[in-house]
């Protein structure tokens, strides 16, 4: 038995991997056979995902300038409407630019903005909660401790400042939404962390004598990643509000790239006598947060065995 | 037993209020722009000699660890210094400002409540029914919506077409209101003074439902989880098994159990609302604390954001302090 | 249990509150009969005042809510006139040396009568060094406005001299933003004291109220009268006048539109059409203070060629966006001054907007668009530069920028805050700035100084100064304008610096907005001001 090294009875990467595969695959399947119980859900998802398309291919759909407008143009009523025309279908702004055209290019920019800093947020926050709930001990305490100080801060305040020190711009912004975001997947991540390492497979894995790296990614993360994906739908949603905030501040993206945020915010004073100005970027934050939400709401029943119907 | 962890998490907030002092401060200075220069404008004459001057005034003359340290002993003995741009102490001005916001968001959370309670509780009877997902929609429009935008359209709606509600502040312009506290509504019923009460209820509609739109889908979407889970658990349906009738098996048993959760994000909503609430402060001319902290960010008015920030930071600490002692009283199983 | 019970008492708690609180309408009398007709009325402000200390501030808006309660020596009409309030007579005994004679009779809010003494007191407050002890001693920021006032002088009870270190020919115009406090209420009360209860000579007496919230204030009915130049004379029409800090400019019109304000500020051009259509509601302009133009760096290459400078003037079609953006509530600038100052030379009319005439310009200083891309190349590469600006002026800038493209020429726009971007800008580092300057002075001095002059370090010359413009000749005009009191050879010399600069072109001479305010149908006898203050003695409510 002595005589045994913890390399022979470790399985391979490739066998580890393979029965991954299989049980992914298996998981998937009944992961939609689920997910078609929430129809509300299923539409959200529909929703993102021509969103997605739409941003992707927005040169192809559009047919206008999103950044240059004509100012003989201006304020032209959508095509619905008495006035408007389907060269414009969703009318201009005031600076006689398509509105139609800005919002698809915008979705562009908002997506990016939600996906990116969501996305960067979540994989130093889940990096570090993995780190910290593993390790715990003086590595814990310090992170948890500089997590506890920027959770102080007001989000919004601390993105305004934020802003103030580096200046409007796409990439600032990120940064700027990125540099707090990652507190809450840290917490959630580490939490769970803490609350997976008391379970038995972890010792086993221990036992077998896999590395702490290799624990933590192939054996730990994958079970504390439902919860993780339904928080970083939650957050895109709140990120692409935020940025409209920071645009009703003057804290936005520069002009004159198309942002919805911004484009609501300019339109604001318009809301009286060309309501279709504020309107329609508006109704486009709307439907794609609120979809991004049903989504992930519906993922989140799915995915949390606790939830489940018997 | 429970005193002594308070009094540990107590000391334990030290350090953050400390760390928070230290960043705000040093995030204020390395942010470009000149308070002194904004100051001044751009009409009429400005000399060499009184930029120096207000600088001395200011003590930006000073060495950077040197203006650390006074700001540091100056917040131990409680005081947080004098706004550059309204020449007051900022104690005072926060002091002034505070009760709106506080108002606020306590208009906010009572709307998000009202509102959230019945769609968390409806969701999760009737999982998965047409009512759980309309109601959810409904609730998530709170989070989808810019809360600007939002405002905004609501003052057109109600106040402007169907002139339902006022447009701005916190009481009418020719309504007189001796102010006690500084929350008006609890003014008005201190002072007896009925039409205040009428006129100050009736301004905190429109920012309340604006700002707890985001409370409501927030706390609704936990509760619904929560009781999910709760109806779902072995005690529920031992009373149903022993005959409980479905009202009492929801409202006794889930529905308590799921307080538990809801407790906590509510809490930490008290912070939020506290401290995300400049926009809505904005649109509804609101004289609180929100407008007061970004104004003074865009004049670099150094002392007036410190001390706003500190402010914020421990109201934050202490909700989730709060948060914390309630979560043991509701859950004894729970240690701090 | 134990959960519900505890839970049980602050639920309880938060429903009685709520059913208490929609019980009272319910359960009470209508309410607000009672009061007699008391005519209130109500301002919209754009911004918060900074204070109520006449002596403690460098604001427009400030000053605004101030000269309500406090009167000064002289006073402006709606326009640039400049009228005698206080005073009863000015004189100017030599160059150096203006001589005011008091109005006898004029009380405070207090009772006690004006006098010498609280004229000198007031000035000494702003020109002497650490005067103002509250919150902590310090000098009036206002000491720049009047610098070279250097000493005041009693001469008798009625009587006052003011010694200035040289001649000034615009001195009347910057004493109406001085304003007269009394000297034994404020030494008695200090200064914490007088801000918290100010009391001056003005039509109105301060009553209550929080700077950000709103300032309450009540008819003075001993009132002297106000400038006999400027009638209705006697006490103000109001009983009460009320000015409430509404920030964002939509909420500012909806609460006009609802009537819960009578008069608003600041409109901005886009919400003018809305107004227009309510029939409760009227829109008023005054000739706006604050011209607009894009600096361009003469330091730079190609804007150190002033055929490009030139060219790109012609570029923008100011009348259009005068149209299409300011509802036609604007008029182009006519080179550096604003069409409306005194000194502004009637000969020179805004730069054609004429792309042949803008693109030959170019072709001339090698700008072509020699690949054939349909943008301008040059010295080998695309023609391509970034305009600053601030949030304030993003749609005028969008729009130039827009017609820029149009035209060829490869600009672009970018945000920054003012604070950030000014000392970049004066130390040569970018490349062209869209923006304004303010000067409700309505004399040259103010911009000519600041914008046109060359960077003199440590002094008022050049200090917004984007163009990194520096001419000695104009320099020379600048200065010799400055002190020159004979009003022809002022205009000659002022003239003379027009033309130059209207040749050189520092800037793209873009347009003077109107000072755009409303009100309720209902007010009587206001007009806004150029320099917008709002001077609610003469307004009534019908």
């Known amino acids: 038995m002595a005589t045994t090294t913890a390399t022979e009875s470790i399985p391979s990467w490739r066998y580890t991997w393979g029965v991954r595969w299989r049980l992914w695959r298996q998981n998937s399947l009944e992961f939609w056979r689920e997910l078609r119980k929430h129809p509300v859900s299923v539409?959200?998802?529909?929703?993102?995902?021509?969103?997605?398309?739409?941003?992707?291919?927005?040169?192809?759909?559009?047919?206008?300038?999103?950044?240059?407008?004509?100012?003989?143009?201006?304020?032209?009523?959508?095509?619905?409407?008495?006035?408007?025309?389907?060269?414009?279908?969703?009318?201009?702004?005031?600076?006689?630019?398509?509105?139609?055209?800005?919002?698809?290019?915008?979705?562009?920019?908002?997506?990016?903005?939600?996906?990116?800093?969501?996305?960067?947020?979540?994989?130093?926050?889940?990096?570090?909660?993995?780190?910290a709930g593993y390790r715990r001990g003086r590595i814990d305490s310090l992170i948890s401790r500089f997590a506890d100080l920027l959770l102080a801060f007001p989000f919004l305040i601390f993105a305004i400042g934020m802003m103030a020190f580096l200046g409007p711009g796409f990439v600032n912004l990120i940064l700027a939404l990125t540099f707090k975001g990652w507190v809450e997947f840290f917490r959630l991540a580490r939490g769970d962390m803490i609350a997976e390492g008391t379970r038995e497979y972890v010792e086993a894995a221990r036992i077998t004598g896999q590395k702490d790296w290799q624990i933590v990614v192939s054996e730990m993360l994958p079970n504390i990643l439902p919860t993780i994906f339904v928080l970083t739908t939650l957050r895109i949603g709140f990120m692409i509000v935020t940025e409209a905030s920071l645009s009703f501040l003057g804290l936005g993206i520069q002009p004159p790239t198309p942002a919805w945020g911004s484009m609501v915010a300019d339109g604001r004073n318009h809301l009286l006598n060309a309501w279709w100005v504020s309107t329609m970027p508006g109704v486009a934050i709307v439907a794609l947060v609120l979809a991004i939400n049903l989504f992930g709401e519906g993922l989140r029943d799915v995915l949390d065995p606790r939830l489940k119907i018997e | 037993?429970?005193?002594?962890?308070?009094?540990?998490?107590?000391?334990?907030?030290?350090?953050?209020?400390?760390?928070?002092?230290?960043?705000?401060?040093?995030?204020?200075?390395?942010?470009?722009?000149?308070?002194?220069?904004?100051?001044?404008?751009?009409?009429?004459?400005?000399?060499?000699?009184?930029?120096?001057?207000?600088?001395?005034?200011?003590?930006?003359?000073?060495?950077?660890?040197?203006?650390?340290?006074?700001?540091?002993?100056?917040?131990?003995?409680?005081?947080?210094?004098?706004?550059?741009?309204?020449?007051?102490?900022?104690?005072?001005?926060?002091?002034?400002?505070?009760?709106?916001?506080?108002?606020?968001?306590?208009?906010?959370?009572?709307?998000?409540?009202?509102?959230?309670?019945?769609?968390?509780?409806?969701?999760?009877?009737?999982?998965?029914?047409?009512?759980?997902?309309?109601?959810?929609?409904?609730?998530?429009?709170?989070?989808?919506?810019?809360?600007?935008?939002?405002?905004?359209?609501?003052?057109?709606?109600?106040?402007?077409?169907?002139?339902?509600?006022?447009?701005?502040?916190?009481?009418?312009?020719?309504?007189?209101?001796?102010?006690?506290?500084?929350?008006?509504?609890?003014?008005?019923?201190?002072?007896?003074?009925?039409?205040?009460?009428?006129?100050?209820?009736?301004?905190?509609?429109?920012?309340?439902?604006?700002?707890?739109?985001?409370?409501?889908?927030?706390?609704?979407?936990?509760?619904?989880?929560?009781?999910?889970?709760?109806?779902?658990?072995?005690?529920?349906?031992?009373?149903?098994?022993?005959?409980?009738?479905?009202?009492?098996?929801?409202?006794?048993?889930?529905?308590?159990?799921?307080?538990?959760?809801?407790?906590?994000?509510?809490?930490?909503?008290?912070?939020?609302?506290?401290?995300?609430?400049?926009?809505?402060?904005?649109?509804?001319?609101?004289?609180?604390?929100?407008?007061?902290?970004?104004?003074?960010?865009?004049?670099?008015d150094f002392p007036l954001v410190q001390g706003a920030v500190m402010v914020y930071a421990f109201t934050f600490v202490a909700a989730n302090l709060i948060v914390d002692v309630l979560y043991t009283y509701l859950n004894p199983k729970i240690e701090m | 249990m134990r959960t519900i019970k505890h839970l049980s008492i602050p639920l309880l708690l938060l429903v009685s509150w709520l059913l208490s609180a929609c019980a009272a309408p319910i359960a009470e009398a209508p309410v607000g009969e009672a009061a007699p007709t008391v005519k209130t009325l109500v301002v919209g402000l754009a911004?918060?005042?900074?204070?109520?200390?006449?002596?403690?501030?460098?604001?427009?808006?400030?000053?605004?809510?101030?000269?309500?309660?406090?009167?000064?020596?002289?006073?402006?009409?709606?326009?640039?006139?400049?009228?005698?309030?206080?005073?009863?007579?000015?004189?100017?005994?030599?160059?150096?040396?203006?001589?005011?004679?008091?109005?006898?009779?004029?009380?405070?809010?207090?009772?006690?009568?004006?006098?010498?003494?609280?004229?000198?007191?007031?000035?000494?407050?702003?020109?002497?060094?650490?005067?103002?002890?509250?919150?902590?001693?310090?000098?009036?920021?206002?000491?720049?406005?009047?610098?070279?006032?250097?000493?005041?002088?009693?001469?008798?009870?009625?009587?006052?001299?003011?010694?200035?270190?040289?001649?000034?020919?615009?001195?009347?115009?910057?004493?109406?933003?001085?304003?007269?406090?009394?000297?034994?209420?404020?030494?008695?009360?200090?200064?914490?004291?007088?801000?918290?209860?100010?009391?001056?000579?003005?039509?109105?007496?301060?009553?209550?109220?929080?700077?950000?919230?709103?300032?309450?204030?009540?008819?003075?009915?001993?009132?002297?009268?106000?400038?006999?130049t400027l009638p209705p004379v006697g006490p103000a029409c109001v009983d009460r006048a009320i000015f409430r800090v509404i920030p964002e400019a939509s909420t500012r019109v909806a609460a006009l539109l609802a009537g819960e304000v009578h008069i608003i500020q600041a409109v901005p051009p886009e919400l003018v059409g809305a107004l227009m259509q309510s029939p409760d509601v009227v829109v008023k302009t005054a000739p706006g203070t604050r011209p607009k133009w894009v600096e361009l760096n003469v330091n730079q290459p190609p804007f150190d060629n002033k055929l490009v400078r030139q060219a790109l003037n012609h570029l923008v079609d100011k009348d259009l966006i005068i149209e299409a953006i300011y509802e036609g509530r604007a008029v182009p600038l006519p080179g550096v001054l604003s069409p409306f100052n005194d000194f502004a030379d009637p000969s020179l009319s805004p730069y054609p907007y004429d792309i042949d005439r803008g693109l030959a310009l170019l072709a001339e200083a090698g700008i072509t668009d020699a690949n054939g891309d349909g943008k301008l190349d040059w010295e080998g590469t695309t023609w391509s530069f970034v305009i600053d600006t601030i949030e304030e002026h993003r749609q005028l800038g969008e729009a130039v920028v827009s017609q820029l493209q149009q035209a060829g020429v490869d600009a672009n726009l970018r945000l920054w805050e003012y604070s950030v971007v000014r000392p970049m800008l004066l130390a040569g580092e970018r490349t062209a700035y869209l923006g304004d300057w303010g000067d409700s002075a309505f004399d040259p001095v103010g911009h000519m100084e600041a914008k046109w002059h060359g960077i003199v370090e440590g002094s008022p010359y050049g200090r917004g100064n984007f163009s990194g413009y520096n001419n000695p000749r104009v320099n020379e005009l600048i200065v010799a304008g400055e002190t020159e009191t004979n009003v022809d050879k002022r205009r000659e010399i002022y003239n003379e610096a027009q033309a130059i600069l209207y040749e050189e072109a520092p800037a793209i001479f873009l347009i003077l907005p109107e000072e755009v305010e409303a009100s309720r149908a209902n007010v009587t006898n206001w007009e806004p001001a150029s320099d917008s203050r709002i001077n609610l003695h003469d307004v009534c409510l019908e």
Request: charged share 20%.
């Open chain 1, 43 to 131: 539409a959200g998802g529909v929703v993102v995902l021509l969103y997605v398309l739409a941003a992707i291919f927005a040169e192809q759909i559009t047919w206008h300038s999103p950044e240059l407008g004509n100012l003989r143009n201006r304020l032209m009523p959508p095509a619905f409407m008495a006035g408007g025309s389907w060269e414009f279908p969703l009318g201009t702004d005031a600076q006689g630019r398509d509105i139609y055209t800005r919002i698809v290019f915008g979705a562009r920019i908002s997506l990016l903005v939600g996906v990116l800093s969501v996305g960067v947020s979540m994989v130093v926050g889940v990096a570090l909660g993995a780190l």
């Open chain 2, 1 to 300: 037993m429970r005193l002594v962890k308070i009094l540990e998490r107590l000391l334990a907030a030290i350090p953050i209020m400390i760390g928070v002092a230290v960043i705000v401060f040093l995030f204020m200075r390395l942010t470009p722009g000149d308070p002194v220069d904004i100051m001044m404008g751009q009409g009429g004459m400005v000399t060499a000699g009184e930029i120096e001057r207000l600088r001395s005034e200011f003590n930006l003359d000073k060495p950077l660890h040197e203006q650390l340290a006074l700001f540091l002993f100056g917040l131990l003995r409680g005081d947080m210094g004098n706004s550059f741009t309204k020449q007051r102490p900022v104690a005072q001005l926060i002091a002034e400002r505070l009760p709106a916001t506080i108002e606020l968001a306590l208009g906010a959370m009572l709307f998000g409540l009202l509102v959230a309670f019945p769609i968390g509780i409806i969701s999760a009877v009737r999982q998965n029914s047409l009512t759980d997902r309309l109601s959810m929609a409904g609730a998530f429009l709170g989070i989808s919506m810019p809360p600007f935008w939002l405002g905004i359209l609501l003052i057109l709606i109600f106040s402007v077409h169907l002139k339902w509600l006022p447009v701005q502040g916190r009481i009418g312009a020719d309504v007189h209101l001796t102010t006690v506290t500084g929350f008006y509504v609890l003014d008005s019923i201190l002072t007896g003074n009925r039409e205040a009460l009428i006129s100050s209820l009736r301004h905190l509609v429109l920012p309340s439902v604006t700002l707890g739109a985001a409370v409501a889908a927030i706390v609704a979407r936990v509760l619904r989880s929560s009781m999910l889970e709760c109806l779902r658990s072995d005690y529920v349906k031992l009373a149903r098994a022993k005959g409980a009738g479905e009202f009492s098996a929801v409202a006794k048993h889930a529905l308590r159990n799921a307080l538990i959760p809801t407790v906590t994000v509510v809490g930490l909503q008290v912070g939020v609302l506290l401290g995300g609430n400049m926009i809505v402060e904005a649109v509804f001319g609101w004289p609180g604390l929100g407008r007061l902290v970004v104004d003074a960010i865009f004049a670099r």
């Open chain 3, 47 to 228: 911004e918060a005042p900074l204070t109520l200390d006449p002596a403690d501030h460098r604001n427009r808006t400030t000053e605004t809510v101030i000269r309500n309660m406090f009167d000064g020596l002289v006073t402006r009409d709606t326009r640039n006139g400049v009228h005698l309030e206080l005073a009863e007579s000015a004189e100017l005994l030599d160059p150096v040396t203006w001589e005011f004679k008091l109005r006898r009779g004029v009380k405070f809010h207090d009772g006690s009568e004006m006098t010498a003494d609280d004229v000198v007191f007031t000035f000494n407050r702003i020109i002497q060094e650490n005067m103002i002890e509250y919150p902590e001693p310090h000098t009036s920021p206002r000491k720049g406005l009047i610098a070279p006032l250097q000493e005041v002088e009693k001469v008798d009870d009625y009587t006052v001299r003011l010694h200035l270190s040289a001649p000034w020919p615009p001195a009347m115009q910057l004493f109406v933003h001085q304003q007269v406090v009394p000297q034994a209420y404020l030494e008695a009360v200090g200064t914490k004291g007088f801000v918290e209860q100010p009391i001056g000579a003005g039509p109105f007496k301060f009553v209550s109220g929080q700077l950000d919230d709103q300032i309450v204030m009540e008819r003075f009915d001993d009132y002297w009268g106000g400038a006999p």
